[in-house]
């Protein structure tokens, strides 16, 4: 069975540009979520979504936004970049259901914004 | 809120020792608790995990952690260390209070000598 893909793997933003990132999850796994990691703040939880519903947000500002579609396959957004946002945009993909699961992460996307 | 420690931000070993890196977490109730291993510009690989029941759990590659409820710790470990071994090791945890949200630590580089 295939991982968790994410597109594009590196990509290069200026200030005040908008930028997409796109996640697909293993195969039948129905929830997906996100997190930066950046060399200050480390790992830290963005938002999940699950049935193209957002379940969970973590504590970043609105110009983080995320959606999903009905094939689980979302994508994250960040409008008005700022060199902050520069990082490692991670997905990762469980199964949805009821409990606790185990998160699978794809290789992330390298993101650096100048 | 939960929240993980790993006090050790690098370590260094030589290859063929043994390994156990630390992890503290803070949280009220039972938690559920993940070491992740990250090798430079790769996602995050699962090592093991531990969500109830018998308090040493195994994992792949040859590590093993140990649930301590009594200290709070679940730690990592590891009987001979391989050059293949090196990278940056994140414990997490989740709660049912965040759903499938992980909190990690900020990260043990390990570095192996020959």
């Known amino acids: 069975k295939a991982g968790v893909t994410q597109t594009p793997r590196y990509l290069i933003k200026t200030r005040g540009q908008q930028v997409t990132l796109s996640c697909s999850p293993i195969s039948g796994h129905r929830s997906v979520s996100w997190y930066q990691q950046t060399p200050g703040q480390g790992l830290q939880f963005l938002f999940e979504?699950?049935?193209?519903?957002?379940?969970n947000k973590g504590n970043f500002p609105g110009r983080f936004s995320g959606r999903q579609f009905s094939n689980s396959r979302s994508e994250m957004n960040v409008s008005t970049l700022e060199l902050g946002d520069s990082a490692l945009y991670l997905c990762?993909?469980?199964?949805?259901?009821?409990?606790?699961?185990?998160?699978?992460f794809g290789p992330g996307t390298r993101l650096l914004v100048l | 809120a939960q929240s993980v420690t790993q006090p050790d931000i690098h370590i260094t070993v030589s290859e063929g020792a043994s390994l156990e890196l630390r992890c503290n977490y803070s949280y009220g109730a039972t938690p559920y608790l993940f070491w992740y291993v990250q090798s430079p510009g790769q996602g995050l690989q699962l090592l093991l995990k531990y969500f109830s029941g018998d308090t040493l759990v195994q994992g792949i590659k040859g590590f093993e952690a140990e649930f301590k409820r009594s200290q709070s710790s679940f730690n990592l470990r590891k009987p001979s260390v391989h050059w293949s071994d090196a990278a940056e090791y994140f414990c997490?945890?989740?709660?049912?209070?965040?759903?499938?949200?992980?909190?990690f630590g900020g990260g043990t580089r390990l570095m192996v000598k020959p």
């Open positions: 997490a945890v989740a709660t049912n209070n965040a759903g499938n949200m992980l909190t």
């Open positions: 990762a993909s469980r199964l949805g259901g009821q409990g606790q699961e185990t998160q699978y």
């Open positions: 979504y699950f049935s193209e519903t957002q379940r």
